[in-house]
Every structure is written in C-alpha cells, then in structure tokens.
C-alpha cells in the first residue's frame, strides 16, 4: 500500500521560507517521478514542481526562483524548498508519486499560509 505524508507546512509572513517534506512507502521511490501540487480555494490542483527517477526537474512559471524541489532516495523523501513567499502562494500542498497515468497517488496534503 502506498503511503504518502507530507509535513512541514504553517503559517508564515509574506518573504519568509518553509521546506515540506514527503515521506513515501510501499513501493519503489527511486524509480518514481516525485512532484508537489497545490489546491487554493475554488481553484483546480495545479502543478507546482516534479523531480524525475534521473532528477530532472520542472517549475510552474509562478514559483521559478523561487521554489527547489529535491529528493533523497535513501530516505524515500522528496522536498519543497519555499524562498521568498507570496500571499498568492497559500493554497494546500499536495505530494505526488507518479510512474504512469494508473500508479498515482496524493498525500493528504499540507496548509501553506503566507501573510501580508
């Protein structure tokens, strides 16, 4: 059974940093392909940053320079570096794993709140 949690979400001021994390288990981390999603209210689930098997990565325009996505494969953890928060960037952040269209499964996801 896949198991996806994630933490390290909060509340924080507008310019501020948070790092979430994503703890897997119950299948293989290294050979997926990692990502972080996030949901505000009212709006779809749009996609924030992936990591690939091989450590390709790929940003939504909005977070690019400001957001690092990472993963360590001996702890089975992908990361989500936050830089220089944006109010706009409040929305719930849900982690990913991914190896086709059917072996795809969500954390429960974690609130992100930025302040102005």
């Known amino acids: 059974q896949v198991q996806l949690v994630e933490s390290g979400g909060g509340l924080v001021q507008s310019g501020g940093s948070l790092r979430l994390s994503c703890a897997a288990s119950?299948?293989?981390?290294?050979?997926?392909?990692m990502g972080w999603y996030r949901q505000a209210p009212g709006n779809q689930r749009d996609m924030v940053a992936t990591?690939?098997?091989?450590?390709?990565?790929t940003y939504a325009d909005s977070v690019k320079g400001r957001f690092i996505i990472s993963r360590d494969n001996a702890k089975n953890t992908v990361y989500l570096q936050m830089n220089s928060l944006k109010p706009e960037d409040t929305a719930v952040y849900y982690c990913n794993l991914r190896r086709s269209s059917w072996f795809n499964f969500w954390g429960q996801g974690t609130q992100v709140t930025v302040s102005s």
């Open positions: 990591i690939t098997s091989g450590g390709t990565t």
């Open positions: 119950g299948t293989s981390f290294s050979s997926s392909t």
